[in-house]
């Protein structure tokens, strides 16, 4: 194993059995074998990978691909049925929201615990404290007992304790999920410190642009199989092909004449529907006119009380780079069987070329922002101008330029 490499899988996989009745667990005991009164459940198949020194990879794919199990085998919770795998260095994980965490004890308490479980001595501890406090930033409750925790104060102390150990892998599984988006951009940039820094970053996210703008590498994984390994670009593109939606579900919002297809994530409260981009007439459009108005119109049927709810749409490139978006003002105190009209007007600011929208809506629980319901890819539409003229890269900044000869210099003297 190459003293750079930190990760290395070779035909790692894992099984476990499935009784189909409880007390067949106790006539397989007594068969000694010679009678399965179970079947395998392959969790992982023959995964071979390597990760290096201060890559930052993500692991992705649709829900029951194996991807927590990965990560499990990774940290030592769990063990291989079959295959090598080798992890060099200290590992600092966040597997689970709050996992490790005494609920009885104070936050100053559960950090030193923590500590503890790292091997490090109380004045190591010490010095990392006031670090640990300030990234967390939950004030007087870190000397409250965590059992009162929201799920975003124990992120924020868990992620806190989590990037102060001197982890030579960080390994997180869908926690930061669970933040507010300001939160979010704090720990990835500290994430961006981090890998700078040379350590080992694998996180487990449904979130692909988090992917495509951190990640050095990704992994995609499906019924416990690695599928497509690599730059995130063409993983993430194939993970998104696996995640369409079928095609009577993509009818409803993702209009016929689109070569990419769209991604409707489970609804958790709402139903997006009638997803479309019109032009300052109200007319629906799939060609835009560089430097015109449009709007993007959207309706949602709620089926939950929510409270703070607002509507978002965000414009992305085919390669699954983040462009820009807006979100609306929020409709307070909702009962759960409203209808919700959407519209986000924008200046189109785009070089010609096509171009994908995402729509979503949110909700908030306290300090908590969720998604209601989104959909990936619900719209393609190409953009055009009257006029051509040299472009760079994907926006269009309007700019004034212009190029002439200097007047000769004056060399008499």
């Known amino acids: 194993m190459s003293p750079d490499v930190v990760i290395s899988a070779r035909g790692l996989s894992k099984s476990y059995r499935l009784f189909g009745h409880p007390g067949d667990r106790v006539k397989q005991f007594l ?105 967390a930033d939950i004030g007087e409750f870190i000397d409250q007992p965590v059992r009162i925790y929201s799920s975003g104060m124990f992120l924020r102390l868990a992620f806190a304790v989590a990037i102060n150990v001197d982890a030579d892998l960080l390994v997180i599984d869908e926690a930061i999920a669970v933040g507010d988006a300001g939160f ?135 390669a699954g780079v983040d462009l820009g978006g807006a979100m609306t003002t929020c409709l307070d105190t909702l009962s759960g069987d409203e209808t919700i009209e959407v519209e986000l007007g924008f200046h189109c600011r785009l070089n010609p070329a096509s171009y994908l929208l995402n729509v979503a809506l949110f909700a908030r629980e306290g300090n908590i922002e969720f998604a209601l319901h989104g959909i990936q890819n619900a719209l393609q539409f190409e953009v055009t101008r009257e006029r051509d003229r040299p472009t760079l890269g994907a926006v269009d900044f309007d700019c004034r330029a212009s190029i002439r000869l200097a007047p000769a210099r004056d060399t008499a003297s």
């Open 31 to 135: 068969s000694l074998g010679l009678k399965h009164y179970h079947r395998e459940f392959a969790a992982l198949s023959d995964v071979s990978f390597d990760i290096r020194k201060g890559e930052t990879v993500g692991i992705i794919g649709r829900n029951g691909s194996g991807k927590s199990t990965l990560l499990q085998l990774i940290c030592g919770i769990l063990k291989p049925s079959a295959g090598t795998l080798q992890v060099n260095g200290r590992i600092s994980a966040l597997l689970e929201l709050g996992a490790g965490f005494n609920p009885e004890f104070t936050g100053r308490e559960n950090v030193y615990f923590q500590g503890a479980l790292m091997g490090f001595t109380k004045a190591q501890m010490d010095k990392r404290f006031a670090d640990v406090a300030a990234f």
């Open 184 to 318: 979010r951009a704090r720990c990835f940039r500290r994430l961006g410190e981090l890998g700078a820094a040379g350590c080992t970053i694998l996180f487990v996210t449904h979130a692909m642009e988090q992917v495509t703008r951190f990640c050095n590498r990704s992994i995609l994984l499906d019924h416990g199989r690695l599928l497509k390994q690599g730059p995130p670009e063409p993983v993430v593109a194939e993970c998104l092909r696996l995640q369409a939606v079928t095609p009577e579900t993509d009818s409803a919002a993702h209009p016929s004449g689109n070569d990419v297809a769209a991604v409707a994530y489970q609804p958790n409260g709402a139903l997006i529907e009638a997803v479309r981009l019109v032009d300052a007439n109200g007319h629906e459009v799939r060609h835009l006119l560089d430097g015109q108005e449009y709007r993007c119109r959207f309706r949602a049927r709620l089926t939950r009380p929510a409270n703070a709810v607002r509507g978002a749409f965000l414009i992305r490139t085919r």
